[in-house]
């Protein structure tokens, strides 16, 4: 179940970047995505979730909730990059810790974020997904 709700989410992005043909689109739509994404509460912004490796500043955090799965909140202090971490816990989300850390995250080549992204924001996107799939690990670990 968790798989294949991973791959249908990862479609549905696909599906939903094709219909940009040009880049300046995309990032207008990742910018969109970002505002949908829920603010973090400042006292919970520690320096403890800050992603390294992010030019820009990225908190990221997750709680294994009741069920088992992986709950992620995050924030940014930048626009397209608060649209990429908003990006990433929207296919992440609600999944097992199994899931979630071994993800095959296939979709980010398909819509070509990587290679349009600047080698800083690329290497953020690392951050994050690695980040993300720790938190699975380590879910997966504690049982």
Request: net charge negative.
């Amino acid at each position: 179940m968790n798989q294949e709700t991973l791959n249908k989410r990862q479609e549905e992005v696909v599906e939903e970047f094709s219909f940009f043909d040009e880049w300046m689109d995309k990032y207008e739509h990742i910018i969109e995505i970002g505002k949908g994404l829920s603010r973090m509460p400042e006292e919970r912004k520690s320096d403890d979730l800050i992603i390294k490796g992010c030019q820009s500043r990225v908190w990221l955090d997750a709680q294994k909730t009741d069920d088992g799965c992986v709950q992620f909140s995050a924030d940014s202090d930048a626009i397209i990059t608060r649209g990429m971490v908003a990006l990433m816990v929207r296919v992440l989300d609600g999944l097992s810790p199994e899931t979630v850390a071994t993800a095959d995250l296939w979709f980010l080549d398909k819509i070509g974020l990587k290679e349009h992204l600047s080698p800083t924001r690329a290497n953020g996107l690392l951050a994050m997904v690695k980040q993300m799939k720790t938190y699975g690990l380590a879910f997966m670990a504690k049982g």
